[in-house]
Nanobody, 122 residues
């Protein structure tokens, strides 16, 4: 069993920055990949970024590439999402997820955090 807890969400003006954190506990050795997804009201959950623990390779959605950076700290079992140049369309609940392989599909991830709200105002 793996437990994921996100933090760092909040309200920020467009153009601003936020850093989300996701702390993992439990059977973390089973998580080869960590991902971030988001879900806006009335929309499906969408892929934001993912990272392989083994080599640090990162993958991004086109909508966030160049603005968001995913990183991890193995010693702390924590993954981060640095979000810069935020736009109003980035407003959503952001979820951390862990799984066995890199994927942009939510159902391929085994465990999820509770989500943290990010609101970007104009």
């Amino acid at each position: 069993q793996v437990h994921l807890v996100e933090s760092g969400g909040g309200l920020v003006q467009a153009g601003g920055s936020l850093r989300l954190s996701c702390a993992a506990s439990g059977r973390t050795f089973s998580l080869n990949v960590m991902g971030w997804f988001r879900q806006a009201p009335g929309k499906e959950r969408e892929f934001v970024a993912s990272m392989r623990w083994s080599n640090g390779n990162a993958y991004y959605a086109d909508s966030v590439r160049g603005r968001f950076t995913i990183s991890g700290n193995n010693a702390k079992n924590t993954v981060y999402l640095q979000m810069n140049s935020l736009k109003t369309e980035d407003t959503a609940v952001y979820y951390c997820a862990g799984g066995p392989y890199a994927s942009r599909v939510p159902r391929t991830y085994d465990c999820w955090g509770q989500g943290t709200q990010v609101t970007v105002s104009s």
